[in-house]
């Protein structure tokens, strides 16, 4: 079976369709991968051996300047109009689209050739792009049991199948929490202000100092963070990058840190609770935080909520009591097989 592959934007929308695209490939079908200028080096760098790959032009939407928009637009529609005469020539059976805009083009010409075509969302909110390209999709695969802002009136089927990470967090799937006082705290790649300015206060004034802290943070805030630390006589381990987060997580009692979908759906795999403080200006992050929360597995509170008070009273909870970190950890645990069960609908 030819099936055409569509990702692009972020390291989020990729490694998803890769974990497929080797899955498919291992399957014997002649897989196509479609993807932005951005996430191109990549793509190249971790594809299947076989499958190849097809640069097309295209960028975010959501710029502020109008004159931006009007032309991402009109990179999104060149390229679908290129893919559509593509397709008229080699069409594939299947479209698999991981979202995001650059996953829009293929979609499109997919739907002009009236070729069966599925779309993946990452979140717990239904993302703009999706929402736009849902009216040309046979069948929308969800990364969480539910997913709000759903477009009225839809005819779509919505499958639930998860997001794939990693094999490393598969390989910890169920670990028991290490029951060590281990903190972690991880903003992203970038890391994020708010916890650097909250969390160590908070630590700060905890009468059990006994805690141990990993903490990731942006490289220029990682000098004060160790020097605060230390003052305040906490043991912690200050890193710009963490290299294995997989087990970074199994080695934590709790996780304090951002929700994206990959960020949360890790927590999940592993089984660790979290407290997760949303991107305010993301309804995405919130929706998925507020996913995990609703496991039983943690907090979902808001950056505005997010006080040096609140945490120095919810750590000391919870850090005295062991049984309610164990327990977290039971119900954030969600069996990962979402590879298996994309490929399954792919190709039925």
């Known amino acids: 079976m030819k099936i055409w592959i569509a990702t692009g934007g972020t390291g989020g929308h990729v490694f998803p369709a890769l974990s497929v695209a080797s899955a498919l490939v291992s399957c014997g079908h002649r897989i196509t991968i479609s993807c932005d200028g951005r996430v191109r080096s990549m793509v190249m760098r971790d594809k299947p051996e076989r499958a190849h790959v097809v640069h097309i032009w295209a960028s975010g939407v959501g710029a502020k300047s109008r004159l931006n928009q009007v032309y991402a637009l009109f990179k999104i529609a060149v390229s679908a109009f290129a893919l559509t005469l593509r397709f008229m020539l ?34 717990a909110a239904i993302g703009r792009a999706n929402k736009f390209a849902m009216r040309w999709v046979k069948t929308l695969m969800t990364s969480f049991p539910t997913v709000s802002d759903m477009p009225k009136g839809t005819n779509t089927k919505i499958v639930y199948t998860g997001l794939p990470v990693r094999a490393d967090f598969l390989v910890f799937a169920g670990e028991p929490i290490p029951n060590n006082m281990h903190l972690l705290v991880t903003g992203g790649s970038l890391g994020a202000q708010i916890l650097d300015d909250v969390v160590p206060v908070a630590i700060a004034s905890m009468k059990n100092k006994k805690i ?16 605060f630390y230390a003052q305040n006589k906490i043991h912690a381990n200050v890193l710009s990058f963490v290299h294995d987060m997989a087990a970074a997580i199994k080695d934590s009692d709790l996780v304090i840190g951002r ?3 990959s960020t949360v759906i890790e927590l999940e795999t592993i089984g660790r609770g979290a407290i997760l403080v949303p991107l305010n200006i993301n309804p995405d992050q919130a929706a998925n935080a507020a996913s995990f929360a609703k496991l039983g597995g943690g907090f979902a509170i808001e950056q505005s909520k997010f006080t040096p008070k609140w945490l120095t009273a919810t750590l000391t909870e919870l850090f005295d009591n062991p049984s309610r970190l164990i327990k977290m950890a039971e119900k954030s645990l969600v069996k990962n097989d979402a590879v298996s069960k994309i490929v399954c609908e792919v190709l039925k």
């Not at 689209?97 to 009236?114: D, L, N, Q």
């Not at 141990?212 to 963070?225: G, I, M, S």
């Open 259 to 261: 929700s994206g979908a």
């Open 212 to 227: 141990f802290v990993t903490h990731q943070t942006r490289p220029e805030n990682v000098a004060r963070l160790q020097a």
């Open 90 to 123: 080699f069409r594939p059976d299947r479209v698999v689209a991981f979202g995001g805009y650059a996953s829009v083009p293929a979609v499109f010409a997919a739907h002009v050739w009236k070729i069966p075509t599925l779309l993946h969302e990452q979140n």
